[in-house]
């Protein structure tokens, strides 16, 4: 081949390389100077009402490492929908907490995701703040000793992220008790990556380094090839929570959490949250979250944990004829006020004779 044809064919390949680049480049600042079309979809969810599409508007998570990819902002503040929200300086929902108890305080962690966090509630509504109520009961006398509950839910984590909290934040404040809130939707897998340039959480389980998604995030173009990957890895049933398919390793989590709580001389609870958000769909055995529920009970069993069946006994707190709405809403099956409330007064009794053993 002469010098003059391997120039050609050079500047052939420098020419399709160089359209290679551009190209996407173009595509991006097309899209950027028309408007990102990923803005409008989060302010239609904003325009749902939806608590979390406000709270992470607000900046209500912040990036973590690729184990725990996420976390509440410690000292974030924000009135979502009329209902306050607070982040101590540890990154829990709540007033600041002394690593050390206090003299004469006894302490019981709630774990878990936005139904412990207490998504669309007032802080003094959520499961925690009722619980704490519960064990303290009559207070008034000055000897009596304090049970302090803390809040540790984090909406849209998952089994594996809540026992790295629990390791890392939770153990460090000393509970005696640890209260696993389990909702059908923990056993998903770690896909879930914070986007700060949009505030929003989105499935990223492309094959590239984990501290690189944050600037990926930005691109549209590298969101469409996200989202791809994802819905071909939904198709398959990687994001389905019900069903057996990450059971297993959901198991292996929970055991997980309740041996490092062992190990330390703490002891554990599990409380099982059913995927319903009405006492109707409470009594139907055939509902498609009961099997799953199931499950999580007999776990519970096999492992001699004590167990709180919020199943069983929220249809004990109801007439067997009424339909009461334990949810936000119909679509929301994140707890009301009353779901909550029942909640806390089903697992007040099993975390006051744990502290008493």
């Not at 551009?22 to 409008?40: F, K, M, N, S």
């Not at 849209?156 to 404040?173: C, I, M």
């Amino acid at each position: 081949m002469t010098c003059g044809r391997r120039r050609r064919r050079f500047g052939r390949l420098a020419l399709a390389a160089a359209a290679t680049i551009a190209t996407p480049l173009w595509v991006e600042a097309v899209i950027h100077l028309a408007g990102d079309p990923r803005y409008a979809k989060i302010d239609e969810q904003l325009a749902q009402g939806a608590a979390y599409w406000g709270l992470a508007k607000a900046g209500f998570l912040t990036l973590d490492d690729r184990a725990l990819r996420f976390r509440p902002t410690p000292g974030f503040r924000a009135t979502i929908a009329g209902v306050d929200y607070r982040i101590n300086a540890l990154g829990l929902r709540g007033p600041e907490i002394a690593a050390t108890k206090p003299a004469g305080t006894r302490r019981v962690l709630l774990l878990g995701d936005s139904y412990a966090f207490g998504l669309g509630l007032p802080e003094g509504e959520a499961i925690a703040a009722q619980l704490e109520q519960a064990l303290n009961g009559d207070t008034t006398s000055a000897s009596a000793t304090r049970v302090e509950v803390v809040n540790s839910g984090v909406p849209a984590y998952q089994t594996e992220q809540e026992r790295l909290l629990l390791e890392r934040v939770g153990f460090g404040l000393e509970p005696e008790v640890v209260v696993l809130l389990y909702f059908a939707n923990d056993k998903l897998p770690a896909s879930l990556t914070w986007a700060p340039a949009l505030n929003t959480l989105y499935h990223d389980e492309l094959p590239v380094p984990y501290p690189w998604k944050p600037q990926l995030a930005r691109s549209f173009l590298y969101a469409v090839v996200a989202k791809l990957d994802a819905a071909r890895r939904n198709e398959r049933g990687d994001y389905d929570s019900r069903g057996a398919t990450h059971w297993p390793l959901t198991v292996q989590r929970i055991e997980a959490i309740a041996a490092a709580c062992a190990a330390r001389g703490v002891r554990f609870v599990l409380a099982a949250v059913p995927e319903m958000p009405s006492t109707r769909e409470l009594l139907d055995p055939a509902h498609e979250s009961a099997k799953d529920h199931a499950a999580v009970l007999a776990l519970a069993a096999q492992n001699n944990w004590p167990c709180v069946d919020l199943c069983a006994g929220m249809l004990g707190k109801v007439k067997a004829f009424e339909k009461v709405w334990l949810s936000l809403n119909p679509i929301d099956t994140h707890y009301n006020a009353k779901g909550a409330r029942f909640a806390a007064e089903l697992i007040a009794p099993v975390v006051a004779a744990e502290l008493a053993r």
